[in-house]
């Protein structure tokens, strides 16, 4: 669930944007509103959301300010919510990374388009970068680019790839190529720098991850979905390389901390 904060000091704008907008058919949850920059402020550090939408002219602190100081304390995407004589001073918010400025009246479609633009960054970004022990998420395609002079590598690399989901092994690639298992598994370390299992291991956690962040799975259905099957061992592996479970990565509040 992605959590946002709105900041407007208009009741009738802010009221709107929390009652008419269907918020739990895009996975967000508001946890909180505030009508002016200070308690803005205050609310993004105690929240710490993943989208903050603000409006510029405020009391006591305006919306630039207030993220200016926010994203010292916080990281988070935001929206500014502007009229059109406004637009020039918004401008000086693209040093803040702003996501996205909306006219008012605000358009809700406009809007919805917006935000699940930010969810989907969000889920790239972790998918994209998440570590393994100080190395990224295994690109499997690079290994079976660079395994193209060994065709039996290459081979072994594309079953992960296709198979990943189902028991393989690579005793069984070794007898469906027609070669020892110990030269395969010679050649193969030789070329990716990696056993057959890490990288197979590896190839299943990302792809767990990608089901993990869909939200659309329980835990030990994605086990299964994976190929690791028994979800012990789904369990061990997922630590193993991300040094933390499937169930707390789960729980993390801001997954962003393992977008390094």
């Not at 065709?151 to 027609?178: C, D, F, P, R, T």
């Amino acid at each position: 669930m992605f959590k946002v904060v709105i900041i407007e000091d208009e009741d009738i704008i802010r009221n709107g944007l929390v009652l008419t907008i269907d918020w739990l058919s895009m996975d967000c949850t508001i946890v909180g509103t505030a009508s002016n920059g200070i308690d803005g402020l205050n609310l993004i550090k105690e929240q710490k959301p993943d989208i903050v939408i603000t409006d510029i002219k405020m009391p006591i602190m305006d919306g630039i300010e207030m993220l200016k100081r926010a994203a010292k304390e916080a990281s988070f995407y935001s929206i500014i919510l502007t009229s059109y004589s406004e637009f020039e001073y918004a401008k000086q918010a693209i040093s803040l990374k702003v996501f996205e400025y909306i006219l008012k009246p605000i358009d809700e479609e406009e809007l919805i388009k917006t935000i699940n633009n930010i969810k989907q960054e969000i889920k790239n970004s972790i998918k994209n970068k998440i570590e393994l022990n100080n190395q990224t998420v295994v690109d499997i395609d690079s290994y079976i680019i660079n395994s193209k002079d060994n065709y039996y590598v290459n081979q072994a690399l594309l079953e992960i790839k296709n198979n990943y989901n189902k028991k393989i092994s690579l005793e069984g690639i070794s007898e469906m190529l027609g070669v020892s298992p110990s030269y395969l598994s010679r050649k193969f370390k030789a070329i990716t720098s990696q056993t057959f299992m890490d990288i197979l291991n590896q190839y299943r956690i990302k792809k767990s991850i990608e089901l993990l962040i869909s939200g659309k799975y329980r835990v030990y259905e994605i086990s299964d979905l994976v190929g690791f099957g028994d979800y012990k061992n789904f369990f061990n592996t997922f630590k193993k390389y991300l040094n933390i479970s499937p169930t707390e990565f789960l729980k993390q509040e801001d997954k962003r901390l393992y977008s390094k």
